[in-house]
């Protein structure tokens, strides 16, 4: 059975920060590109980051570029998402998902798997 499971997420005032982790089980979590994406009230899900299988390669939504980082640690079967200068309109509920290319999950790919999610609120 694929579980992802979300963590890390909570209550940070504008400008801090929060490092969202994602741990997968009953996949071989390394042969999969690794997405996150948020949902805010009302709105649509949208992309977030992406990274492939290796580490290599990252995409971001433009929102994101240069406050946002997405790294992983394939040993751990662990993907993280480090934010930084976050925002209010930021708050979500934020998501990790598997698929097979980091390419395909900021295209819009459906993922294979996805995970429950876990709250970021943002307080101005």
């Known amino acids: 059975q694929v579980q992802l499971v979300e963590s890390g997420g909570g209550l940070v005032q504008a400008g801090g920060s929060l490092r969202l982790s994602c741990a997968a089980s009953?996949?071989?979590?390394?042969?999969?590109?690794t997405g996150w994406y948020r949902q805010a009230p009302g709105k649509e899900r949208e992309f977030v980051a992406a990274?492939?299988?290796?580490?290599?390669?990252?995409y971001y939504a433009d929102s994101v570029k240069g406050r946002f980082t997405i790294s992983r640690d394939n040993s751990k079967n662990t993907v993280y998402l480090q934010m930084n200068s976050l925002k209010p309109e930021e708050t979500a509920v934020y998501s990790c998902?598997?698929?097979?290319?980091?390419?395909?999950?900021?295209?819009?790919?459906?993922?294979?798997?996805w995970g429950q999610g876990t709250q970021v609120t943002v307080s101005s």
């Open positions: 998902a598997i698929g097979s290319t980091s390419s395909g999950l900021r295209a819009g790919t459906q993922p294979n798997y």
């Open positions: 990274i492939s299988t290796g580490g290599r390669t990252t």
């Open positions: 009953g996949v071989t979590f390394s042969t999969y590109a």
